[in-house]
């Protein structure tokens, strides 16, 4: 079975302080991997993916993501927050070939 | 701006009612989807259209209809829904299906329904 698990349904960092929200998956083939983030009252944006080329994926606004099959994981970074990265962030598993399976979520809280 | 227009961002509707959400997205592509979302919980995959064909169906009550008309609009009919329905429904749209897709999704806003 394919699934996401996201430890942490909320995070506070400080302004200026490294983001760390974790993902780690269970795949039996290969796993395409997403993260997303979603501002209140938006639909979703894509932040960066991981398709089997490098392991270290860069994304928009300064985010990225390391792809460690050793820990199945997929862990997202930001060295220093801004207020504006405020927002849910959802960790996602492609699991068929039109089918993105989200985690359950991460609400990242910057504060100043 | 998005590139995925929902409309309405807003409806109320009694669970006698019939409605309709629409999306629509003019990037040419040619997968489009629709989710389901409640409060404080991801988003959950309702329907798959491809090439204006429904090849994903995720055992969605009959209550809810898909419709593609062409390969840049897609509606969701609602009738009889229950207030357990309501939700946050967010179109999407992909350029690849199939086995090229990497699941690269372009989300709308989303439309924000509340049966009463």
């Known amino acids: 079975a394919q699934s996401v698990t996201q430890l942490g349904s909320h995070v506070s960092v400080s302004e200026g302080a490294l983001v760390l929200l974790r993902c780690n998956y269970s795949?039996?083939?290969?796993?395409?991997l997403f993260w997303y983030v979603q501002y209140p009252n938006q639909g979703l944006q894509l932040l960066l993916k991981y398709t089997s080329a490098a392991t270290l994926v860069k994304g928009i606004n300064g985010f990225e993501a390391e792809f460690k099959k050793s820990e199945t994981s997929f862990h997202l970074t930001k060295p220093s927050a801004h207020m504006s990265d405020a927002a849910e962030y959802f960790c996602a598993l492609q699991t068929g070939a039109n089918n993105l399976f989200f985690g359950t979520g991460t609400r990242l809280t910057v504060i100043p | 701006d998005t590139e995925v227009t929902q409309t309405p961002k807003h409806l109320v509707m009694g669970m006698t009612n019939k409605k309709s959400l629409k999306c629509e997205q003019h990037m040419g592509h040619r997968a489009m989807y629709w989710y389901k979302q409640k409060a404080k919980k991801p988003p959950e995959l309702m329907f798959v259209y491809s090439y204006e064909k429904l090849s994903i169906n995720e055992s969605v009550p009959s209550r809810f209809s898909p419709e593609c008309p062409n390969s840049s609009l897609l509606n969701l009919h609602l009738h009889a829904l229950q207030p357990e329905d309501s939700a946050l429904y967010l179109c999407?749209?992909?350029?690849?299906?199939?086995?090229?897709?990497?699941?690269?999704?372009?989300f709308g806003e989303g439309s924000r329904l509340t049966v009463l």
């Open positions: 999407a749209s992909s350029s690849k299906i199939g086995r090229a897709n990497t699941g690269e999704l372009f």
């Open positions: 795949s039996s083939v290969p796993p395409y």
